[in-house]
């Protein structure tokens, strides 16, 4: 039986109070370890740690901590494969994800944000008597929560910036989903990186998370989580005027325009549905289809998800495993009800899966389509986080662009079409922080990442996050 234990100063300790939470395969309802459930005095040592821990790791030079992320980035890669089960068996999704997205991206995350802090130009500038520097300093110590879904992945995506601009890290990962964290822990201490720059208090959100939230000396909040949380998040931490980047749900749209290919278009949309049993929040949940071609699409896409496979994540050809837990099966299931009750029709799914034996008591449901629905009910407006997808024709693009905007939310979308200015021209349209054009989940971490309207506040990646984990300061110099 694993345990797990928060990791502060370069040591694994059980939380003070020796609570600890259970941690569940949620593919099998197996019970796989216990872990620390943390509390403010917890907090109260990892921030000390890294506070210790900021003058030594601050006042390395930029190389120095390059250096140090692509050591790390090349001690993950030597343990891609263990990451991937680990992340699979936590998660309940398939190990085939897991390598390919999961674990790939842990490890290229370091290794993208050592080569872009490398690349990156001294701002100066010239005024006729005299001369402007621009200066980035590290925050300080910087509070890292992430959810359950891409438990490293989304984890590293905070850490790697954090750390090239010379912060120290408190993280709290999700209380779901502990054990990649603490395989990176492990690493960090195999790989001998000085004690106390990287801490992690692993518990429950209100207790661990919310300890590290009202901490008057973590000067910075980078946040991935819940709408609800977020606003949480948001209440504690801007009256002690921390920075706060809040990445959060999503409801988006998948859009197919008159003039798409077809059966391009039905791939792309059961991929953005049903990756991650749709529980990314990047996922399509919302199929918006010109009406002159919905038959034939709706015909396709149906076949598409159909030909899905569901069941035991551990074996290399299955493409849906379980949802994270029995507790988000019944949200999810319940949001199928309520579908039901709100005049929608199950085109495919609605239904657990018989499985075998191993995982005959996990979390597992089917792929599920669901037509019928009013754009403004709730099925196809509130977050389900689930495999569970609405389909909703238009008429003509102004429609579409309607019906897209139509929730409260605006992280992501897709627009589907053979005229590639058209698709630009639409995409501008959509209020959401990211619009693909006949790919979906196609990412350049050098671009600007993030929601607008309740997906979420400020901006990750590249630029943004280098920005987010620094203070600029400016050192005008007058000329003789
Ligand atoms: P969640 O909001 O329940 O939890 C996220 C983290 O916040 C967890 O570590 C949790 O323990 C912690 N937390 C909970 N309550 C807290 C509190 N009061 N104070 C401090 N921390 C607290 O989210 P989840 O269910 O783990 O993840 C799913 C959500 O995350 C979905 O809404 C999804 O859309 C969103 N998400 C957004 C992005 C993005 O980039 N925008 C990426 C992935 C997931």
Redesign the pocket.
Known sequence: MLKIENFIDGEFKSSINEEFLDNYNPATGEKVGEISSSGPRDVEKAVKAAEDAFFGWSSLSMDERINWLEKIGDALEAKKEEIAKVESLDTGKPISLARRVDANRSITNFRFFAQFAKNQEAQIFEMNDATNYVHRKPVGVVGL??????PLY?LTWKIAPALVMGNTIVA?????TPLTANLFAKTLQEIDFPKGVFNIVHG???SA??A??EHPNVKAIS????????R??AKIAAPLFKKLSL????KNATVILNDADILQAAKGAAKAGFTNSGQ??LCGSRILIDESIADDFTKHLIEEIEAMKVGNPQEEDTDIGSVISPQHLEKVESYIQLALEEGGEILTGGNRPKLDKVNSNGAFLMPTLISGLDIKSRTATE?I?GPVVTLHTFKGDEEAIKMANSTDYG?AGSVWTSDLQRGKEFSKQIDTGIMWVNTWLHRDLRTP?G?VKN??VGREGGQWSLSFFSEMTNICVKND
Do not use: A, D, H, M
């Not at 709290?172 to 779901?176: A, D, G, I, T, V």
């Open positions: 929560i992430t959810p359950w879904n891409l989304l709290k990962p999700s209380e779901l429950l959100g209100p998370g919310q590290i939230l946040f991935t989580g819940g709408t609800q949380t977020g949480i998040v990445e959060l749900g999503g990314v929040c977050e986080f992280l990442f929601g997906s979420g």
